[in-house]
C-alpha cells in the first residue's frame, strides 16, 4: 500500500469516510503524525467542506475551485471518489478497509449499516481494524438520531450559556469547538486502540460524539454545578471564580492579566500601588465578591498607559498578561513561527499557500527536534484515483491524470 511516510505513525494507513470538520480533523492529526491517509469523498461534489466558502481559491468559476475551509482540515491526505453504493466502488473500498489500520467515519448512526459496512462488518473481515465512529449526540441513546452540527452542540452542551457579555447574551465560541474537540478526542482514542492492539492483536470501535467533546470541556464549570450547586452563566470577559483575571480597559485599547494566586496579585498590587490589603480585595473569594469595585481600581491605574507599556511591566512584574491579537497579528508574531505552527505547501489549485500547522512537535532525548511531520497539501478532488485503485485491486475506468503519489 505505497511507502509508508514519516512520523511515529509512519506505516500505518488510515482511510477517512468523514466528511466536514470533526472527523477530517482526526484523520488530519493521524497524517500529521506520519500515517498515510486516504480521503473517500463523494464523485462530482467531494466533502461538504468544498463548498463552505467563500473565501475559495481556484476561481469563481472553476470546477476545482475549493473553499479555504476545506484546506484547514485536509493537509496531508490523499483523495478517491467513491460511490459507496455502486458494487464496483463498494469492493474498492472493501479491499481498502481490508488492508487499514484505521477507518474513519461520521455518518448518522445506520447509515454505514445499511451500505453494509457496519462498524462489526468491517472488524469480521479485518481484525486489527480501529474504526473510529464520531456522531453529533452518540451512537445511541434517545436523540442518537440527530445530526451533529457545532453550534447546535455549543447550544444543547451549555457551552454557549457560559459564553458571552452576561447570562442574556448567549454566545458561540468563534471557532468550531465541539467539532475539533470531537476530533481530537477521537484521535486520541484511535491512538489508545493501536497501543492495545500491540498487546492483543485486535483493532476494536472507537466512539465519540459532540455532545462528549462539549461535555469534556465543561472543567470547573460542570464541577461547579455537579458539586457545589451553583450554575455558572456567561460572565463576559472576566473569570466567574478567579479575580483579577480577565481583559482591562487601558489608554489605547485593553490587556489581559490573569492573577491565579494570592503571590501574584501581591506582585500586582505592590507594583502598581493597589490597596492590596484593603478587605475587599486580600484573598480571592473576596476579589470575586467585589469583584466590579477591583475592575474601577484596576482600570484607573491602567487608563494613563498604553498597551505596550502596561505589557512591559507586567512581563517586569512577573504577572501574567497578554494582548488581544487579530489573527493577521497571530500569523506575523515570530512566536508563532518559532512554534512551527505555520506550514507552507504547493497546492495543485491554489499553488503555494500557507496553513495552519501542527500542534505538538517531537524531539530526542538529546534535544534535538525530529524534522519527520510531513506537510503535504490537501488534495484535489479525486487526486490520487489511479494510485489508489492499482494499489486496492481496483481497475482506474479512465486516464486520470491527477493520480500522482503524494
Same mark, same amino acid.
Given at each position: 500500500?505505497?511507502?509508508?511516510?514519516?512520523?511515529?505513525?509512519?506505516?500505518?494507513?488510515?482511510?477517512?469516510?468523514?466528511?466536514?470538520?470533526?472527523?477530517?480533523?482526526?484523520?488530519?492529526?493521524?497524517?500529521?503524525?506520519?500515517?498515510?491517509?486516504?480521503?473517500?469523498?463523494?464523485?462530482?461534489?467531494?466533502?461538504?467542506?468544498?463548498?463552505?466558502?467563500?473565501?475559495?481559491?481556484?476561481?469563481?468559476?472553476?470546477?476545482? @475551485?475549493?473553499?479555504?475551509?476545506?484546506?484547514?482540515?485536509?493537509?496531508?491526505?490523499?483523495?478517491?471518489?467513491?460511490?459507496?453504493?455502486?458494487?464496483?466502488?463498494?469492493?474498492?473500498?472493501?479491499?481498502?478497509?481490508?488492508?487499514?489500520?484505521?477507518?474513519?467515519?461520521?455518518?448518522?448512526?445506520?447509515?454505514?449499516?445499511?451500505?453494509?459496512?457496519?462498524?462489526?462488518?468491517?472488524?469480521?473481515?479485518?481484525?486489527?481494524?480501529?474504526?473510529?465512529?464520531?456522531?453529533?449526540?452518540?451512537?445511541?441513546?434517545?436523540?442518537?438520531?440527530?445530526?451533529?452540527?457545532?453550534?447546535?452542540?455549543?447550544?444543547?452542551?451549555?457551552?454557549?450559556?457560559?459564553?458571552?457579555?452576561?447570562?442574556?447574551?448567549?454566545?458561540?465560541?468563534?471557532?468550531?469547538?465541539?467539532?475539533?474537540?470531537?476530533?481530537?478526542?477521537?484521535?486520541?482514542?484511535?491512538?489508545?486502540?493501536?497501543?492495545?492492539?500491540?498487546?492483543?492483536? @485486535?483493532?476494536?470501535?472507537?466512539?465519540?460524539?459532540?455532545?462528549?467533546?462539549?461535555?469534556?470541556?465543561?472543567?470547573?464549570?460542570?464541577?461547579?454545578?455537579?458539586?457545589?450547586?451553583?450554575?455558572?452563566?456567561?460572565?463576559?470577559?472576566?473569570?466567574?471564580?478567579?479575580?483579577?483575571?480577565?481583559?482591562?480597559?487601558?489608554?489605547?485599547?485593553?490587556?489581559?492579566?490573569?492573577?491565579?494566586?494570592?503571590?501574584?496579585?501581591?506582585?500586582?498590587?505592590?507594583?502598581?500601588?493597589?490597596?492590596?490589603?484593603?478587605?475587599?480585595?486580600?484573598?480571592?473569594?473576596?476579589?470575586?465578591?467585589?469583584?466590579?469595585?477591583?475592575?474601577?481600581?484596576?482600570?484607573?491605574?491602567?487608563?494613563?498607559?498604553?498597551?505596550?507599556?502596561?505589557?512591559?511591566?507586567?512581563?517586569?512584574?512577573?504577572?501574567?498578561?497578554?494582548?488581544?491579537?487579530?489573527?493577521?497579528?497571530?500569523?506575523?508574531?515570530?512566536?508563532?513561527?518559532?512554534?512551527?505552527?505555520?506550514?507552507?505547501?504547493?497546492?495543485?489549485?491554489?499553488?503555494?499557500?500557507?496553513?495552519?500547522?501542527?500542534?505538538?512537535?517531537?524531539?530526542?532525548?538529546?534535544?534535538?527536534?525530529?524534522?519527520?511531520?510531513?506537510?503535504?497539501?490537501?488534495?484535489?478532488?479525486?487526486?490520487?484515483?489511479?494510485?489508489?485503485?492499482?494499489?486496492?485491486?481496483?481497475?482506474?475506468?479512465?486516464?486520470?491524470?491527477?493520480?500522482?503519489?503524494?
Amino acid at each position: 500500500m505505497g511507502e509508508p511516510g514519516p512520523g511515529p505513525l509512519a506505516g500505518m494507513l488510515v482511510l477517512d469516510l468523514s466528511r466536514a470538520l470533526a472527523g477530517p480533523h482526526a484523520a488530519m492529526v493521524m497524517g500529521d503524525l506520519g500515517a498515510r491517509v486516504i480521503k473517500v469523498e463523494v464523485p462530482g461534489r467531494g466533502d461538504d467542506s468544498r463548498g463552505w466558502g467563500p473565501p475559495f481559491v481556484g476561481g469563481e468559476d472553476s470546477a476545482e @475551485r475549493v473553499a479555504t475551509y476545506f484546506l484547514a482540515a485536509n493537509r496531508n491526505k490523499e483523495s478517491i471518489a467513491l460511490d459507496l453504493k455502486d458494487a464496483g466502488d463498494h469492493a474498492v473500498l472493501e479491499a481498502l478497509a481490508s488492508e487499514a489500520d484505521v477507518l474513519v467515519e461520521n455518518f448518522r448512526p445506520g447509515v454505514l449499516d445499511r451500505l453494509g459496512l457496519a462498524p462489526e462488518t468491517l472488524l469480521a473481515r479485518n481484525p486489527r481494524l480501529v474504526v473510529l465512529s464520531i456522531t453529533g449526540f452518540g451512537h445511541d441513546g434517545p436523540d442518537a438520531h440527530r445530526p451533529g452540527y457545532d453550534q447546535i452542540a455549543q447550544g444543547e452542551t451549555g457551552l454557549m450559556s457560559l459564553t458571552g457579555s452576561g447570562p442574556h447574551d448567549p454566545q458561540r465560541v468563534g471557532v468550531p469547538l465541539c467539532d475539533l474537540t470531537a476530533g481530537l478526542n477521537g484521535a486520541t482514542g484511535v491512538l489508545a486502540a493501536l497501543l492495545e492492539r500491540t498487546r492483543t492483536g @485486535r483493532g476494536q470501535i472507537v466512539r465519540t460524539s459532540l455532545l462528549a467533546a462539549g461535555v469534556g470541556l465543561h472543567a470547573f464549570q460542570g464541577t461547579r454545578w455537579t458539586v457545589g450547586a451553583e450554575l455558572g452563566r456567561a460572565s463576559g470577559n472576566h473569570h466567574p471564580t478567579i479575580a483579577p483575571y480577565g481583559l482591562f480597559a487601558c489608554k489605547d485599547g485593553a490587556v489581559q492579566i490573569a492573577v491565579g494566586s494570592e503571590a501574584l496579585w501581591r506582585r500586582l498590587s505592590d507594583g502598581f500601588g493597589f490597596p492590596g490589603d484593603d478587605p475587599r480585595f486580600d484573598r480571592n473569594a473576596n476579589r470575586v465578591a467585589h469583584r466590579a469595585e477591583l475592575i474601577d481600581v484596576i482600570e484607573a491605574a491602567f487608563a494613563d498607559r498604553t498597551k505596550a507599556e502596561l505589557l512591559d511591566e507586567l512581563d517586569r512584574l512577573g504577572v501574567p498578561a497578554g494582548a488581544v491579537r487579530t489573527l493577521d497579528e497571530v500569523y506575523a508574531w515570530d512566536q508563532v513561527a518559532s512554534q512551527r505552527l505555520v506550514v507552507t505547501t504547493d497546492h495543485p489549485v491554489a499553488g503555494r499557500i500557507t496553513l495552519p500547522g501542527p500542534a505538538v512537535r517531537f524531539f530526542d532525548a538529546d534535544g534535538r527536534e525530529r524534522t519527520r511531520i510531513r506537510h503535504t497539501p490537501p488534495p484535489a478532488l479525486d487526486q490520487h484515483r489511479l494510485l489508489v485503485l492499482a494499489e486496492s485491486g481496483g481497475r482506474a475506468q479512465e486516464d486520470d491524470p491527477t493520480g500522482q503519489p503524494p
